[in-house]
């Protein structure tokens, strides 16, 4: 079974395929996975980047004679000419390129699609042949449901990883698809013959991220520890990062601390929370865990927001205002 399997397909049975979506590390392992099947094995494969090669050399791809070639797969990159605005410089190749698209049935070669965009003109010609003809799959997902596909993928590939584990590493990961996918497969390469992924692996050899990093200063400030929490901040702050850097995320932070709030003193589930506010569950578990009065969150929000401004009006300057609004909390 190929990964592809995991998304909804129009066309399963069509070797042809489009993958749509944002994220193109996610889409590459997609595709390299797809490639990789059995009855491919003997094909020759070509890759067609059309931002660096050109269309010209993607239509003289596709209608190569097979007698003078073997049957192979076309992967096509960065296939532009789908997005709504493309320079009008191209609009003679991209009507070429229409004709030969329409008669995509016809050629002996496979050809796969990678479009690493969030949408496509689905109104152009070429695109609504090609939703038509091909097997499209679309990989765009909604920051609570990368878990899923996460371990999905484990599964498929015959790795096992904790609930608990893989709510860590989707945090380290920022919710984010592709570095999570990243991190996922940092780990396979150092398991153990078991193939057991642990919160241990996780902690040892995949970094916090700088936002997992900051709610962590937010808890020790919260719980009065305000040594640790000007630690962690001094030790940013010598990495590089600006106050304002570190303000924005301190803000978006204390924000989703009093939304999670919000809908609690609702009576609202965490799974109600987490599908309102379409985040990792396990971000929400921690939120809702926070003992933190509403009030409270709503004035620091408010201080925030106002110590940002001042920043960026120049009316502060310097790290020593951000400390200050720590040891506030």
């Known amino acids: ?26 889409n590459d392992y997609l595709v390299r996975n797809y490639l990789n099947q059995k009855k491919f094995t003997d094909l020759d494969q070509v890759i067609v980047d059309c931002l660096e090669d050109g269309l010209d050399e993607l239509m ?7 007698l003078f070639s073997s049957k192979k797969i076309v992967v096509v990159k960065n296939p532009f000419f789908l997005m709504a605005k493309v320079p009008q410089k191209y609009k003679k190749q991209i ?15 496979i050809v796969a699609f990678v ?29 609570y449901e ?35 996918l990243s991190n996922y497969l940092k780990l396979k390469n150092i398991v153990g013959e078991d193939k057991r992924i642990t919160e241990t692996l996780i902690n040892e050899n995949i970094d916090r991220s700088l936002s997992e990093n900051i709610f962590e200063i937010l ?12 630690q962690r901040l001094d ?33 609202w589930s965490k799974d109600q929370i987490t599908k309102e506010l379409k985040v990792n569950p396990y971000r929400v578990k921690l939120a809702m865990e926070n ?16 110590l940002d401004f001042g920043y960026k009006n120049g009316t502060y300057r310097g790290d020593e205002f951000l400390k200050l609004f720590l040891l506030k909390i």
Do not use: W
Not at 1 to 26: V, Y
Not at 60 to 66: P, V
Not at 115 to 136: M, P, Q
Not at 240 to 247: D, E, K, P, T, Y
């Open 235 to 267: 030790d940013h702050l010598r990495e590089g990062a600006s106050a304002i850097q570190l303000l924005a995320i301190f803000e978006s932070q204390i924000e989703f601390l009093t939304c999670v709030k919000v809908l609690q003193n609702r009576r």
């Open 291 to 306: 003992k933190v009065s509403l009030n409270k969150l709503a004035s620091l929000l408010k201080q925030a927001i106002e």
């Open 219 to 230: 808890t020790a400030a919260f719980n009065k520890n305000y040594q640790e929490a000007t």
């Open 146 to 180: 990368v878990s899923g596909v996460i371990k999905a993928i484990s599964k498929e590939e015959g790795y096992q990883i904790t609930n608990m584990a893989l709510q860590i590493l989707i945090q380290r990961s920022d919710q984010v698809l592709d570095a999570a």
């Open 60 to 66: 003289a791809t596709l209608t190569e004679s097979s």
């Open 95 to 109: 009507e070429k390129l229409t004709k030969i698209i329409e008669h995509l049935d016809d050629l002996e070669d």
């Open 1 to 26: 079974m190929t990964l592809i399997s995991l998304f909804k397909q129009t066309n399963p049975k069509n070797a042809n395929l489009l993958i749509q979506g944002p994220d193109s590390f996610f």
């Open 115 to 143: 479009a690493n965009y969030e949408k496509i003109d689905r109104r152009k010609k070429i695109s609504k042949f090609l939703l038509e003809h091909v097997n499209v799959v679309e990989t765009a997902l909604k920051p």
